[in-house]
């Protein structure tokens, strides 16, 4: 778990992904050669901050966004969102201005429900700030912030060491909002006519979906997917052995949005881990639905 | 009415229209021999569960969505919307799961506004229900679930007998969110030119339009077409002598959506009858105004 | 500032932009001699009533919205919005429809506040009435509806004089949800590769960003720009000696939000003169903010 330790430490909100891209950059160079196949990587500047892995001849993408939640800095001491984050007084946010490094504490006004920072100089304008990362692995679990969507990233990295046929698309923009699936969606629908999608993301432990019962496999979200795509993701699922669970959402949403929405035909299902402590410093993800991610990534890749 | 009646019966709640794609391609492959012109039937994987027939020169193309609202079984006994379903607890609803055949009761809890339904067993997560039809007609009136839209269906139906050029699109996932009128709208604007369009679907009776009064030609609804074609409407409608009315509304949306905000330069009006009871089993729609319906696409086909 | 006048006077709604492209048409067509490079005009019915103009070799592309905010009347004495126009009884409001010019007065309703109108007769179903043009011009200020956006447009047409290498694209639609800048963007990108677009609109006065200070480079709005572009945006600033402000809002959108959101992996940034009385009948500028907005335009062109 020290690659995902790693990753949990690099700050990427959304929009200034570029960090996590020269790490996963890095990253793929001096680790493919142990790869079962070594993937075509597809980066540069008609890409912005993404990047795409092609391996053999595909017929389904995986979607893993790098961005997360996290502020950004307005007038004053106030701060304004990122994407949706946890809002707790006395969480512990970190940055860099042109003054120096930043470690600050959350307000929220009690009143208003305005947001702001506390610390000892005031912050240059527009200056981003993510959660301080406390990473924490005991034998049944992992804890940390920003497990959405590292934790998706890391299931790409390690899917990717025995795939043969298939796509790793590493997107940004995801929590606020999206703005490069689209693009990508369009690139390898163009270039490689494939349009099986599956959402390398985490979703949450309700009701319905327990943590150690497995990968969820989610049917729905605030989106419907095409129900004979689902179904067959479903049947490979049952087969394999794999445990997984169904969920069964009205609202949230992912990567699929802009699929769904784009001008291809692409059939896609959200598949992954779910985690307490929603977008908050605490995010916990029970070892054994990572196991099974992985894992059920791995025969879906080869059988869809 | 007849072929109403079974349109109305076939369940195709958003995400799975796939019961409905199969009767219609069914029926055009049966029909179209007594058709003025037979059209080229596009379908296959790259079109998901979508139809689109060309005729002749095409110059405008008609969209009618297949899909329904409806619900999806979530944990225990609850529901989410498919769409934006009329809520009444007593409403009868239908589906099938692994353990067959289902008539069950919807309940809307009081004081939460959660959803749930009333039934022998619990039901498969993930299963779909509509509204059970009982498909009423009279002299004046047809009443169903679902008029919405297989009306508009059925009115590309009947268009379809007579025309001589233009294009008819079967489009899904409409009442939720959309999903394919984007790669419908490209592809018919890239292999035919074509950038004008009508939207075959259903509308509201309300102070200013009323049942009976004729087809409604919408001058706007939560998004605005540009005015110039929705003026050329206007004057062939005038001259036609068929009976219409004009709408003006702020909210609503309709396959239009994804005609404004897709990659091509579309024109869009939304031309359809008005129904009472919206989005319930018991949505109502005078047979003049179907009348009109049909009449006015058939002169606008010509004309445009 | 004759031509801004003229500009804020000529009623063009979201969905009706085409009396201001015919007169920008002219404008161009008439001027174009005097500049310094004569562009390429690209218009016609594949762009509906948007304009695109290239310059030289270009790099980066102006998007400047033609549209404004408005009403649309509906039935009885009923409004409805077109955009989010400021809502206040006694404001007026002008049109025309059969039975000829309209100025009447808007209304709202105090328990409802349902929108209609005060007038001598009916108005005509689906006429669109804008705000009556005061224009008002002092050592210090500019004072006018539609400030939002004439002098976005008015700017383009300035930066056009000396331009060399670069396009300038009129879009509709943006106060209503957008419409023509994903086909824009996408021809844009196509025939030149052109990837980088700065938006020339105006914004807000507010607690960070006040008259006089100089024209505003948005950080963020609704949605987040590729925090590397806005960086070369703002150190080219720094080194020019224009005045500028740093503008980090939460909320707020523009043609911007097309460019995020399409198909192609466009840079982006907000650039503009903050307003005051934000969509009213009296929007006031501070006329350094528009020369600072003007003068950062030519070097930003230039640099970029």
């Not at 949990?8 to 079962?36: H, K, M, V």
């Not at 679990?141 to 990717?160: E, F, H, I, M, T």
């Not at 629908?189 to 390398?200: C, K, M, N, T, W």
């Not at 949403?253 to 001008?263: I, R, V, Y």
Request: aromatic content about 8%; charged content about 25%.
């Amino acid at each position: 778990m020290q690659l995902l330790r790693t990753l949990c430490q690099i700050a990427a909100p959304a929009g200034n992904e570029a960090p996590l891209t020269e790490f996963l950059l890095n990253y793929i160079d001096q680790n493919q050669a142990s790869w079962r196949v070594q993937p075509q990587v597809v980066t540069g500047k008609e890409f912005q901050d993404c990047i795409i892995l092609i391996f053999g001849q595909p017929r389904t993408a995986i979607f893993a966004h790098l961005d997360s939640i996290g502020f950004t800095v307005r007038y004053g001491r106030q701060l304004v969102r990122i994407g949706g984050p946890d809002l707790q007084t006395g969480y512990r946010l970190v940055g860099r201005d042109s003054q120096g490094d930043i470690e600050c504490t959350l307000l929220i006004e009690e009143e208003t429900g305005e947001l702001g920072y506390e610390f000892t100089r005031d912050i240059d304008r527009g200056t981003e700030l993510t959660f301080k990362c406390d990473f924490r692995e005991t034998e049944s679990s992992v804890q940390s912030c920003y497990l959405d969507n590292r934790l998706g990233v890391w299931n790409a990295l390690r899917v990717a060491e025995t795939l043969e046929n298939g796509i790793i698309a590493f997107s940004c923009w995801e929590e606020h909002g999206g703005g490069s699936v689209a693009y990508l969606a369009k690139y390898i629908h163009e270039h490689y006519g494939v349009r099986q999608a599956l959402i390398s993301d985490i979703t949450w432990v309700t009701e319905g979906v327990h943590p150690g019962q497995g990968v969820a496999i989610s049917l729905r979200d605030s989106l419907i997917p095409r129900r004979a795509y689902v179904e067959r993701i479903r049947r490979v699922a049952e087969q394999s052995g794999v445990p997984f669970q169904l969920e069964v959402e009205g609202s949230g949403g992912s990567d699929a949005k802009e699929l769904q929405h784009g001008a291809q035909p692409w059939d896609w299902c959200f598949v992954g881990a779910p985690e307490d402590n929603v977008h908050s410093p605490d995010e916990i993800v029970d070892k054994r639905d990572i196991d099974s991610m992985v894992a059920l990534y791995q025969v879906l890749m080869r059988e869809l």
